[in-house]
């Protein structure tokens, strides 16, 4: 960031702006772009050609933005992949997305029981299917079937949702709404709730839904012994 020539800076709170702009007073804001009743996708092209201009221009350009920026981060893969489709070296550097938050947040491995991971949107229009077996995460349950910038959370989808995760777990079965702390003075939001308790849940915007396992998923003798971890019948 400090040895570009333009930065390009989408930040989603004041005090994140703040610090990085005392690193770069220049940083040009993307903000702007968003409009209202204007479709993401749209500002996402927009951000994506304003940072490529850059670049045509003969500009070292840095792009940043908060969390992960391989993370539910279109314009970020976009503009990576076009600068290096148009023969710009182009690299993305990691950084801590939401689910690394949740898993020491919460306590939980995602290597003990195994974990699926989903947009909510998407995992409810194309019907993906729970496994009790896993741990499972939705992203950004409160702006689910959202195509502009989410300005509220959407009930009618939260409602939705409660009534898909019936279909696969009890309805005692605990879930938890999560949104990692901003900055290291603040806490996390970790909600405890059943399912049929989310569509009035006061859950923020851009919160993560995780789900625990329900149920063990049994080993399979036949795998156990190709595996030799079991011995073959005599």
């Known amino acids: 960031m400090i040895e570009a020539d333009d930065v390009f800076l989408l930040s989603s709170d004041p005090i994140s702006e703040c610090v990085l702009r005392g690193f770069r007073p220049d940083a040009q804001g993307l903000a702007e772009l968003y409009a209202e009743d204007k479709p993401r996708r749209d500002t996402y092209a927009a951000m994506v050609e304003r940072v490529l201009d850059g670049l045509r221009a003969g500009r070292r350009v840095c792009f940043a933005i908060p969390g992960h920026p391989g993370v539910f981060a279109q314009p970020t893969h976009e503009a990576v992949r076009r600068a290096r489709a148009e023969g710009y070296s182009a690299v993305m550097l990691p950084a801590l997305s939401a689910a690394d938050h949740l898993y020491a947040d919460l306590g939980v491995d995602p290597g003990e029981h195994g974990s699926v991971t ?30 502009r910038k989410p300005r509220a959370v ?80 005599a």
């Open 118 to 147: 989903f947009d909510a949107t998407d995992f409810l229009v194309q019907g993906r299917t729970a496994d009790p077996t896993a741990a499972l995460i939705l992203w950004q349950i409160g702006a689910i079937g959202e195509i």
């Open 154 to 233: 959407n009930r009618p989808g939260l409602a939705l949702l409660g009534e898909v995760l019936l279909d696969a777990y009890p309805a005692t079965h605990e879930i938890v709404v999560y949104e990692a702390a901003p900055f290291a003075f603040c806490e996390p939001v970790i909600m405890r709730m059943r399912p049929d308790a989310l569509a009035s849940a006061d859950v923020p915007l851009l919160s993560t839904l995780y789900v625990a396992p329900a149920a063990v998923a049994p080993p399979l003798p036949e795998r156990l012994r190709k595996l030799g971890l079991i011995s073959a019948p």
